[in-house]
Structure formats: C-alpha cells, structure tokens
C-alpha cells in the first residue's frame, strides 16, 4: 500500500493506495498517530484503494475517536466494493463518507 | 474440477502469497472484480486470525474451483488448538463509535461475503471452510 500525505495548515490527505489489510494496517497507523498532533482535520483519499479488511478498520475507527476530539474526519472517494464492507460492518453510520 | 494447494508459514506477512496464490488460480476462470475482492478479504481476515490465535507453525490451503457452477472453496488446514470462530457471538455494528469493539468483525464480515463458511475439527487439525460463487 502506498499512503500519500499533503498537508495544508491543519488538514492532512492521506491517499491511500492498494489494498489495507493486515500486512498494511499498522503502516497506516503509524501515519495517522504521528500526524495528529494539531491536526483539525483528517481526510482519507480512498479513490485507489482496492480493499479494506477488519484490521484496516481498526485503524479507522481508532483515528476516528481520535479527531472526534479534535476536529472532523472524512473519507471521499469510496468504490462499491469497500462502501458494501463499510455498510455490513456499521462503518457507514460511524465514518462520515462524503 | 480444479485443486491446487499450498502451504505457508503461519505468520501474517505471508498473507500476501496466498492472495497471489488464489487470484492466479482463479484468474483463468474470469472471477468477477467483486467476488476476487471478497475473497482476498477473507483471506486476510482467516488467515490473520489462525496466526492471531491457533499457535500453528504453518497453514495450508486447498483450493477448488468446481467449474460448472463457479463455486470456489479454499480451506485453511492448521494444526494449532481447537478453534471455531463460528462460535463467537456477531459483533453489535449499530454501536456508537465511543462504544464500538473491533473483535469479531473480520469473520463477521467472511460470513457475510462468502457464500457459505464451514469449520470442522479432524484428528488435530483444524478445517477453516470458505465458499464463494466466483461470477
């Protein structure tokens, strides 16, 4: 999995791409607990991403806890395939997919 | 009837050779761009788990491709403890975020993709079952 960063003052884009699954999860994660610092908004790029499994959700869930703390947190560019995982697992009702 | 099987070392990175494994076996029979996510997802979320919590040094998989009706099953052979996680309750997904346990989801989300999952106790080895209609 690739993870592109762009920040801009205190929003950071992470583009995601590949698939976030338990080999690439806690790359992710330690993306996400080193940037939060200040952080007053958090957007997950998901347009090439092919898939999410549970432990890719785990660091969703965690980082959103986090910036509901903070700030806000998105997720744009979700693909069916990933959007029907969001919808079985609840994740939908929890992230805020735009 | 098409059966090809493989065996790995149980540890997490090894995930990715299984995935290959399974997408160039299936790749000859055309599998729909949903049903090869899925399958890849559940993989993960199998494999992961044996490794997580079974103790066994390798896994092995069968995989078959029963031609006619396109229904593919890939079973995990592993000789760690006795483990079903087809016995554990389905996490709650209507919790609020505050609230929300990540335990479980992975092979809720397997029982929810899949076609159909089986687990079998044999001698001392463990048969972890997934069933899925490729296209």
């Known amino acids: 999995m690739k993870i592109e960063q762009t ?9 995601l791409e590949g698939r976030l699954d338990t080999i690439t999860a806690p790359e992710l994660e330690q993306v996400v607990n080193a940037s939060l610092d200040g952080l ?23 980082a959103q806890k986090k910036m509901n703390k ?14 029907e995982v969001l919808d079985i697992t609840g994740f939908s009702d929890i992230l805020t997919i735009v | ?48 788990n044996i490794v997580q919590y079974s103790g066994a040094k390798s896994v092995t998989v069968v995989a078959n491709l029963d ?8 079973t995990f052979v592993d000789g760690g403890k006795p483990y079903n996680p087809l016995e554990n309750d389905d996490p709650d997904v ?9 335990g479980g989801l992975g092979i809720f989300l397997v029982k929810k993709t899949m076609d159909d999952v089986q687990y ?6 463990n048969y972890f079952t997934i069933f899925k209609k490729i296209r």
């Open chain 2, 94 to 102: 209507s919790l609020p975020v505050e609230e929300r346990q990540i």
């Open chain 2, 1 to 48: 009837m098409a059966t090809k099987e493989t065996t790995v070392d149980a540890s997490i990175e090894k995930g990715e050779a299984l995935t290959a494994f399974v997408e160039s076996m299936l790749e000859p029979y055309e599998p729909s761009p949903k049903a090869t996510i899925q399958v890849d997802v559940a993989i993960d979320e199998v494999f992961s």
């Open chain 2, 67 to 74: 031609e006619p009706t396109s229904m593919f099953s890939l």
């Open chain 1, 40 to 62: 007053t908004a958090l957007i997950f790029d998901f347009a090439k991403l092919e898939y999410v499994s549970s432990a890719g959700l785990r660091v969703l869930l965690s």
């Open chain 2, 120 to 125: 079998e106790r044999k001698g001392d080895q």
């Open chain 1, 70 to 83: 903070q700030g806000k947190m998105e997720v744009k560019n979700v693909c069916a395939e990933i959007m």
């Open chain 1, 7 to 15: 920040r801009d003052n205190t929003t950071l884009t992470l583009a």
